[in-house]
């Protein structure tokens, strides 16, 4: 009887490597994958870390920055001569401006050389518009001071520009010219300040 040659299951059942089962790992740990960086790229990144440090240092230094001029010049200071007028000088400037007879002078005075203005039209180009205007230019020298404020008609005051030794009858020559009745008038502070004021001597509101 000749032997078999197959072996004895149970034998080869213990032969066979068991596999881990699914869903878990194995029972070392992965090893950890290497540095992306390369060795100059690590070099300029650990280069970073002081220079991130002193950056609170470099700006403070900026602190203590100056600014020369030449030719010994100084810096300006625009709070000493502001180039418009203070709103208290333009105040006293307007009070200083010469009344219309018969309305009120919160709202209606005459410029330097004259002519009607209305207290509202500020920096327009009509007739009735007034600017306040350097008398010695600023840009002469001219001080933003009450001394060297006055109302002048926007038109004149544009035409005059920074010229200093312009007449005052060139200046009512370049006047911009229009006829206002007192009824103009009362419409025109109707529509500012929804009411008509009138000197204290005028009799009161006269609308017809």
């Known amino acids: 009887m000749k032997p078999s040659k197959q072996q004895p299951r149970g034998r080869a059942r213990s032969r066979r490597t068991p596999s881990p089962p699914r869903g878990r790992t194995g029972a ?24 991130a440090q002193e950056g609170s240092s470099a700006g ?8 020369s001029f030449p030719s010994g010049a100084t810096a300006p200071s625009p709070g000493t001569n502001p180039r418009s007028f203070p709103y208290t000088v333009k105040q006293q400037c307007w009070e200083k401006a010469e009344k219309v007879r018969g309305r009120d002078p919160d709202r209606w005075r005459k410029d330097a050389v004259g002519n ?36 002048l008609q926007a038109t004149v005051n544009r035409s005059k520009g920074n010229q200093t030794d312009i007449s005052r009858t060139e200046l009512i020559r370049r006047s911009s010219y229009c006829r206002v009745s007192d009824r103009d008038m009362d419409m025109l502070e109707l529509a500012s ?15 017809q």
């Open 28 to 51: 070392f740990p992965p090893e950890p994958s290497p540095s992306i960086l390369t060795p100059s790229s690590s070099a300029i990144y650990r280069d970073l870390g002081p220079t």
């Open 60 to 67: 403070a230094s900026f602190e203590n920055l100056e600014i």
């Open 116 to 151: 009607i203005v209305f207290r509202k039209l500020v920096g327009c180009p009509g007739c009735l518009c007034h600017d306040y205007d350097h008398i010695v230019p600023y840009s002469k020298g001219g001080q933003s001071t009450l001394e060297n404020c006055q109302v």
């Open 193 to 207: 300040y929804g009411n008509v004021h009138r000197a204290e001597d005028s009799g009161g509101c006269r609308i």
